[in-house]
C-alpha cells in the first residue's frame, strides 16, 4: 500500500515534468511577439511627430508675434488685437506661412486623395463627352483630343515615376556595358578615367542645360512636348555614374582565384566572361544600380522644375511659387511620397539583387 | 558510369606489371626570380625533379620556401624565369587542363551548385561527349568524394569541407595527366582533414593520375606519398633531400601508424626540417 502511493506520486511527478516540458518547448517555439522590434520603431515615430508638432507651432507663434507687434507699432493696438484674434480663429486670410503641423500636413493629404477622385471624374466626364467626336476623328484618321485638364497628385506621382524609370533604363543601357568593357581593359580604362573623373561630379542642373541644348537643336522645328525626353536623359546621365565606376571595379577585380580556375580549364574569352567574371562581378554592379536609381530619384526633382515636366518637382516648385495657405503642407506631403516611394524603389533593387547575386546583402 | 568504373578497374589491375614506369613530369633546372626593387630575388634555382607515371609525390619545406611557386609553375600560372616544365617529354605552354589543380581555397564559383562547378571543367573536357554523359562524370566523382546529396546545393551554402570536396572531384574529373594540389587541407580542422585525406586516396587509388601534393604536415606527406620531397629553405631554394615511403597500397591509416618503419620516415623529415 505505502510502495504503491510512493508510485503514485512519483508518477504524478513525471507527469508534471513531463506537462512543464512540453510547456517549455511550446513556450521556445511560439513565436515570442518581438514587441522590442514594433514598440521602439512605433515610439520613434511619435517621438518624430511630436517634435514636428512642437517646432511647428514655436515657429507659427514666432510668426505671429512678429506680425503681431508689427501691426501694434505701425497701425495700433486695435489692429494687433483683431489681428491676434484672426490668428487664433485660424481663418484662411490669417495663416501663418511656415512650417506646417502634423495635422496641416494631414490635412493635405485628405485634400489631396479627394482631388484625385475629383480630377478622375472630370476625365471620365471628359472621355464620354469626346466620345463620338473622337470616334469620328479616328475614323478620319485625325488624332483623337485628349484630357489636357487639371492633373491630380497619382497622375503627378507617375509621370516622375516613368521619367525614374526611363532614366534608369538609360543609365543601365550606357553603363552596364561601358563599365563591362573598361573593366576588362586596362587600356581603355587609363584612356577613359579622366572622362569619368570629370563628368561624375557635374551637378544635376548643369546636366539638364546641357541635355536641353543637345535635344533643342536636334529637335528643332518640331512642335511636340519634349520635357519627358530632356528629363529623363538628363536624369539618367547624372546618375549612371555610380554604376559606371561599380561595374568597371567589379569587373577588374575578380577573386584570383577564380581567374586561375579559368586559366587551368581553359575557358575561352565569352566563357570566362559570362560564367565567371559577369557572376563574381553581379552584387557589386547591383550596389551601383541602387545607387544609381536613388541618386535618379534624388536629382529628378531639380530637372523635372527646370524641364517643366509636370512631376514631383514641378508640382513643388508650382506650390512654393502659389504660396496659398496650404502649399507648405503639400509640399511637405510631396516630400513625404518622395521619400516612401525612393525607400520602395530602393527595397526593389535590393530584392532583385538577392535573388540574382550569390552573397545576400542586408538593407541599410 | 560503369565504363568509367571499368576503365579504372583495368588500370588498378595492370598496375603492377608494368615495370619500368614513363616519366610523366620532368623539371630541369628550373630557375625562377621576381624582380624586386632592391634587385633581383632568387626563389628557386637549379631546381631538378622528375616524377613518374602513377607516383603521388608530395612536398614538404618551410614556409616561403617557393613551394607554391614551384607548382604553380608547373600548373603554367607563374612565369618560368629559366630551365623547363615538361609533361610527357613535350614542354609546357601556360595552363591547361592537363594539369589539374586543387588550390589552398576551395576556389569554387559560389553562385553555382556543386554539380555545375565539377560540369565547368567537364565541359570544357569533353566538349563532344552529350550533356548527360557530361552529367555522369560529374555526378560520378561527386558521388566518390561523398555529396550524392549535395548535386544541387550551391557552392556558397556548402561547408568548407564540402566545398573542397567539391574541388576534389572538379580536379579529378576533368582526368588530367597530372594533379597538383596546393596545400589542399591546411585550412581545414583535423577531423575534416583526416577525413578528406582518405577520400583523396581512396579517389587516387583507383585513379592513379600522377600527383604533386604540397603539405606543412609530415603525417599527411607520409601517409599519402610514394615519395616525399624535401625542399631547402629559400632564397634559391632547391631539393634537399627525398625520402621513398614503401608502404603498400592501399593503404590505411591503422596499418600506415603501426608500420615499424613509420616513426624512422617521421624522424627522418622532422630532422630535414629542424635542420
Redo the contacts between chains.
Keep these: 500500500m505505502k510502495q504503491s502511493v510512493t508510485v503514485s506520486k512519483s508518477e504524478e511527478a513525471k507527469w508534471l515534468e513531463g506537462i512543464k516540458v512540453v510547456l517549455s518547448k511550446l513556450q521556445f517555439k511560439t513565436p515570442t511577439f518581438n514587441l522590442k522590434k514594433i514598440i521602439v520603431p512605433v515610439i520613434s515615430i511619435v517621438a518624430f511627430i511630436g517634435i514636428w508638432y512642437l517646432g511647428a507651432e514655436a515657429l507659427r507663434q514666432r510668426e505671429i508675434n512678429f506680425r503681431v507687434e508689427k501691426a501694434l507699432t505701425d497701425q495700433g493696438q486695435a489692429a494687433a488685437n483683431a489681428l491676434q484674434a484672426c490668428f487664433a480663429s485660424n481663418e484662411s486670410t490669417c495663416q501663418t506661412n511656415t512650417l506646417p503641423s502634423p495635422t496641416q500636413v494631414w490635412a493635405s493629404v485628405i485634400t489631396l486623395v479627394n482631388d484625385y477622385y475629383v480630377v478622375k471624374q472630370d476625365k471620365l466626364d471628359f472621355k464620354n463627352k469626346t466620345a463620338a467626336v473622337n470616334a469620328k476623328r479616328i475614323a478620319a484618321g485625325k488624332a483623337p483630343i485628349v484630357y489636357t485638364g487639371r492633373a491630380s497628385f497619382v497622375d503627378i506621382v507617375i509621370r516622375s515615376l516613368k521619367t525614374v524609370f526611363a532614366g534608369f533604363l538609360l543609365a543601365f543601357f550606357i553603363a552596364v556595358p561601358i563599365g563591362i568593357v573598361i573593366g576588362l581593359s586596362p587600356t581603355l580604362r587609363n584612356a577613359i578615367n579622366w572622362f569619368i573623373q570629370i563628368f561624375k561630379p557635374v551637378s544635376p542642373v548643369v546636366w539638364y542645360l546641357l541635355v536641353f541644348m543637345i535635344v533643342k537643336t536636334l529637335l528643332i522645328g518640331t512642335s511636340s512636348d519634349n520635357s519627358f525626353l530632356i528629363s529623363f536623359i538628363s536624369v539618367g546621365l547624372c546618375a549612371m555614374w555610380a554604376t559606371l565606376v561599380n561595374t568597371a571595379v567589379g569587373v577588374s577585380t575578380v577573386?584570383k582565384?577564380?581567374i586561375?580556375?579559368a586559366?587551368?580549364?581553359?575557358?575561352g574569352q565569352l566563357q570566362k566572361i559570362f560564367?565567371?567574371i559577369l557572376?563574381?562581378s553581379?552584387p557589386l554592379i547591383f550596389t551601383g544600380l541602387r545607387i544609381t536609381l536613388s541618386v535618379a530619384w534624388m536629382v529628378l526633382i531639380a530637372i523635372e522644375l527646370l524641364a517643366q515636366s509636370p512631376g514631383l518637382g514641378t508640382f513643388v516648385w508650382e506650390e512654393f511659387q502659389n504660396g496659398s495657405s496650404e502649399s507648405n503642407s503639400k509640399i511637405i506631403v510631396a516630400m513625404f511620397v518622395i521619400g516612401i516611394i525612393g525607400f520602395l524603389l530602393d527595397r526593389f533593387m535590393l530584392t532583385i539583387q538577392n535573388m540574382v547575386?550569390?552573397?545576400k546583402s542586408e538593407g541599410i | 558510369m560503369s565504363i568509367l568504373e571499368a576503365e579504372t578497374h583495368i588500370i588498378t589491375q595492370t598496375a603492377p606489371e608494368i615495370e619500368t614506369k614513363e616519366l610523366m613530369l620532368d623539371l630541369k633546372n628550373l630557375k625562377k626570380v621576381y624582380p624586386t626593387p632592391k634587385g633581383e630575388y632568387v626563389v628557386l634555382e637549379d631546381l631538378n625533379l622528375q616524377i613518374m607515371k602513377e607516383e603521388f609525390v608530395t612536398i614538404i619545406g618551410h614556409s616561403g620556401c617557393g613551394k607554391t611557386t614551384m607548382l604553380s609553375m608547373i600548373?603554367?600560372?607563374n612565369e618560368i624565369t629559366g630551365g623547363s616544365i615538361s609533361v610527357l617529354g613535350k614542354p609546357i605552354k601556360?595552363?591547361?587542363?592537363d594539369?589539374?589543380?586543387i588550390?589552398q581555397?576551395p576556389?569554387l564559383?559560389?553562385?553555382?551548385t556543386s554539380l555545375q562547378n565539377v560540369l565547368?571543367?567537364v565541359n570544357?573536357?569533353f566538349p563532344h561527349a552529350t550533356k548527360a554523359q557530361r552529367n555522369d562524370i560529374a555526378k560520378y566523382y561527386l558521388q566518390k568524394v561523398g555529396l550524392e546529396d549535395a548535386f544541387h546545393k550551391?557552392a556558397?551554402d556548402l561547408s568548407q569541407g564540402m566545398q573542397q570536396r567539391v574541388g576534389i572531384a572538379r580536379a579529378f574529373a576533368?582526368k588530367p595527366k597530372v594533379l597538383l594540389l596546393d596545400e589542399p587541407f591546411g585550412m581545414l580542422d583535423s577531423l575534416t582533414r583526416g577525413e578528406l585525406q582518405d577520400i583523396l586516396i581512396e579517389i587516387w587509388n583507383k585513379e592513379k593520375i600522377t600527383a604533386v601534393m604540397i603539405t606543412h604536415d609530415v603525417d599527411e606527406a607520409i601517409f599519402l606519398a610514394d615519395r616525399v620531397v624535401m625542399m631547402t629553405s629559400g632564397p634559391k631554394a632547391k631539393i634537399g633531400d627525398v625520402l621513398e615511403i614503401d608502404f603498400e597500397r592501399p593503404r590505411t591509416r591503422k596499418t600506415v601508424l603501426e608500420h615499424d618503419d613509420y616513426y624512422r620516415y617521421r624522424k627522418h623529415l622532422i630532422d630535414f626540417l629542424e635542420h
Design positions: 577573386d582565384d577564380y586561375n580556375v586559366k587551368v580549364l581553359k575557358l560564367k565567371i557572376p563574381s553581379l547575386s550569390f552573397n | 600548373a603554367g600560372l601556360g595552363p591547361g587542363p594539369r589539374g589543380v588550390f581555397a576556389s564559383m559560389p553562385w553555382m565547368l571543367g570544357q573536357v550551391k556558397s576533368i
